[in-house]
């Protein structure tokens, strides 16, 4: 079946070093996506979202990138600080969809 | 606070008890959702909800059962769970079902059966 995947289940990262979280999709049909953040104890909190009619979009510290063309989203942190480790969750939704499918997510553990 | 609550944090229950989750939102949403998040797992969609009415089952055994009485509650009733149901019950809400609309989730319910 269509799913959503994430490349690598942990990533560790120096304070002030940039970040780039990667996701897979296999839907071409997904119209949308969005990266939620969720720390431990918490729910998933949203990030950034992107259109598939886009292929980048900034936000404050955080870019999405969108390749259509081998469906693939990532999330790129600038300056990264310990704040920021949490796990991350791509997910997608088609556009006559009903809600969204997650990946797995990847845990992003800042050392200071 | 992300103006979606979930009711309670913590619950543990034994394979023959009857409970109930609870979830709320103050942010005028439309459409409600169950996601359970087990461990190493992707979240789970269990159930939709646009304008009070279930418009999604994502083949959930009975023994999970939805309530949504209006748009800004949602509840799930439990009874004779196994041990394997343990996980984080997640609530979302979003303004409509679709494409292009970011959900706001709870703290969840932290859920173990016994």
């Known amino acids: 079946g269509e799913s959503v995947g994430l490349h690598l289940p942990t990533l560790s990262v120096q304070e002030g070093d940039n970040s780039i979280i990667n996701c897979a999709y296999s839907?071409?049909?997904?119209?949308?996506f969005i990266w939620y953040k969720q720390e431990s104890g918490k729910g998933p909190q949203f990030i950034i979202d992107?259109?598939?009619?886009?292929d980048k979009r900034q936000g404050q510290r955080v870019t999405v990138l969108l390749n259509k063309t081998v469906k693939h989203l990532s999330l790129q942190i600038a300056a990264t600080q310990p704040g920021d480790s949490a796990v991350y969750f791509c997910?997608?939704?088609?556009?006559?969809?009903?809600?969204?499918?997650f990946g797995k997510g990847t845990t992003l553990s800042v050392s200071s | 606070e992300t103006g979606v609550t979930q009711t309670p944090r913590h619950l543990v229950m034994g394979m023959t008890n009857k409970k109930s989750l609870k979830c709320e939102q103050h942010?005028?949403?439309?459409?409600m959702y169950w996601y359970k998040q087990s461990a190493k797992k992707p979240l789970e969609l269990m159930f939709v909800?646009?304008?009070?009415?279930?418009?999604e089952n994502n083949s959930v055994p009975s023994r999970f059962s939805p309530e949504c009485p209006n748009s800004s509650h949602l509840f799930l009733h439990l009874h004779t769970l196994q041990p394997e149901d343990s996980a984080l019950y997640l609530c979302?809400?979003?303004?409509?079902?679709?494409?292009?609309?970011?959900?706001?989730f709870g703290s969840g319910t932290r859920l173990t059966v016994v």
């Open positions: 979302a809400s979003s303004s409509r079902t679709g494409a292009g609309y970011g959900y706001t």
């Open positions: 839907n071409s049909a997904s119209d949308y």
């Open positions: 992107i259109r598939s009619n886009m």
């Open positions: 997910a997608e939704n088609e556009q006559a969809g009903t809600a969204l499918i």
């Open positions: 942010l005028g949403h439309n459409a």
């Open positions: 909800y646009n304008f009070k009415e279930q418009t």
